[in-house]
């Protein structure tokens, strides 16, 4: 499966931003998905995920309420909305699948099988 993530850029403190995942090679709606960031100098930090139908969702405490994971499985897509930005949400942010024969949701990364190769946000104050 490759994994191609796109829509980072420079944006203000407050604005909004989505991020979109474009999946290739692979039998998308029996992934899991998720969404991670690593900001300079520090580690890898979950954000997202989201079962395989779409259904169930989870969220890291920092940014549940503002930002929403969703996919479209007939595009073998999954997108990352991000409101509220702060600057502390500079990072490199990756979409990554997991294989799962059920619609479980997945936090740690070592959980994942596939990685894309990340889009860099950066919020300014």
């Known amino acids: 499966v490759q994994l191609q993530a796109s829509g980072g850029g420079l944006v203000q403190a407050g604005d909004s931003l989505r991020l979109d995942c474009a999946t290739s090679g692979g039998t998308f709606n029996t992934y899991t998905m998720g969404w991670f960031r690593q900001a300079p100098g520090k580690e890898r930090d979950f954000i997202a995920t989201?079962?395989?139908?779409?259904?169930?969702?989870f969220y890291a405490d920092s940014v549940k309420g503002r930002f929403t994971i969703s996919r479209d499985n007939a595009k073998k897509t999954v997108y990352l909305q991000m409101n509220s930005l702060k600057p502390e949400g500079t990072a490199v942010y990756y979409c990554?699948?997991?294989?799962?024969?059920?619609?479980?949701?997945?936090?740690?990364?070592?959980?994942?099988?596939?990685w894309g190769q990340g889009t860099l946000v950066t919020v300014s104050s």
């Open positions: 989201i079962s395989r139908s779409g259904g169930s969702t």
């Open positions: 990554a699948a997991a294989r799962s024969y059920y619609e479980v949701l997945r936090i740690a990364g070592s959980n994942y099988d596939y």
